[in-house]
C-alpha cells in the first residue's frame, strides 16, 4: 500500500469511529507520529496533507525539522527531559507529555522568553503500569490548580497511554477512564477554560479511543510503517 492509500484507509476507519459512536469526524484529528522514519517520509506525510507531526525525541526530531523549514504542526509525544525544553519550545506548539510540575515551570519559563505559548496535555497513567510515565488520576486536580496561573502555558486536555495488549477491545475501560476524568475536573472548573482534548490511541487502539471520545490519536506503524522498508 502507498502512503496516500494507507492514509485514505486510515481516515475511512476514523470515520466509521465516528459514526459508530455518534460523533462528528471535525472533533478527531490525526497525528502522524514520524519518530521511526525518515525525513523524507516526513516530507511525505507533509505533502500528502498530514500537518500535525510527532516525534518523541529532540536528537532525532530537530534535524527534520530544521531541514522541512518547521512545516507543519509539531507535537512532542515522548518523556521530555527539563534541559531540553530550551530545543523543544518555539519548534514544537503542542507537548502530549506533561507529566510533572518541575515541567510545566520550565516550559512556561522558556515559552515566556521566547514569547510564546505551548499547548499542553496533562499525562495520566491511567492503567498504573509502572512502565508508564504520567500523574496518577488523583494527582490531577491539584496539578491543574498549580498551572492554572501559568500564562504561557495552556493545558488543553489530558493524554494518556494503554497497555499493550492482545485484545484491543481491553483497552476501553483505560480510554473511557481518561474521558471521566477530564469531565470529572470540567465539572469542578480548575483550568482557566474547559480542558477540551484527549489524546489517546494508537496504532492497534485508535477505533477504541475514538469510540471513547478521543480527540488526537497519534499513529506511527499503521501510517508509515516502523522502518523505511515500508
Ligand atoms: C510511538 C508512539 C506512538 C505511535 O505508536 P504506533 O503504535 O506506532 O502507532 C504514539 N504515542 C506515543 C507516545 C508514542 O511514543
Redesign the pocket.
Known amino acids: 500500500m502507498s502512503l496516500k492509500e494507507r492514509i485514505a484507509h486510515i481516515e475511512q476507519r476514523v470515520k466509521e469511529a465516528c459514526e459508530r459512536s455518534g460523533r462528528s469526524i471535525e472533533e478527531v484529528h490525526i497525528v502522524a507520529?514520524t519518530?521511526?522514519v525518515s525525513l523524507d517520509t516526513t516530507r511525505s506525510v507533509l505533502d500528502e496533507g498530514i500537518s500535525h507531526i510527532?516525534e518523541?525525541r529532540p536528537q532525532n526530531a530537530l534535524p527534520k525539522w530544521e531541514a522541512l523549514g518547521g512545516r507543519g504542526t509539531w507535537h512532542f509525544?515522548?518523556h521530555l527531559q527539563s534541559n531540553k525544553v530550551k530545543d523543544v519550545i518555539g519548534r514544537f506548539q503542542y507537548i502530549?507529555?506533561l507529566d510533572r510540575l518541575s515541567l510545566a515551570r520550565e516550559l512556561e519559563k522558556r515559552a515566556a522568553a521566547k514569547g510564546t505559548q505551548v499547548l499542553a496535555f496533562l499525562q495520566v497513567n491511567i492503567s498504573g503500569e509502572s512502565s508508564k510515565q504520567g500523574i496518577q488520576p488523583h494527582e490531577a486536580a491539584a496539578f491543574l490548580k498549580e498551572t492554572a496561573g501559568l500564562p504561557h502555558v495552556k493545558i488543553i486536555g489530558l493524554m494518556t497511554?494503554a497497555p499493550i495488549v492482545d485484545d484491543p477491545e481491553q483497552t476501553r475501560p483505560v480510554f473511557r477512564a481518561l474521558r471521566e476524568l477530564r469531565d470529572d475536573l470540567n465539572a469542578q472548573g480548575l483550568s482557566k477554560e474547559p480542558l477540551k482534548e484527549l489524546s489517546m490511541g494508537?496504532?492497534?487502539d485508535f477505533e477504541i479511543a475514538i469510540e471513547e471520545g478521543a480527540t488526537w490519536v497519534?499513529?506511527?506503524?499503521?501510517?508509515v510503517g516502523?522502518g523505511e522498508e515500508t
Open positions: 507520529v519518530k521511526y510527532g518523541n509525544i515522548g502530549h507529555s497511554m494508537m496504532s492497534d497519534r499513529l506511527g506503524t499503521l501510517l516502523k
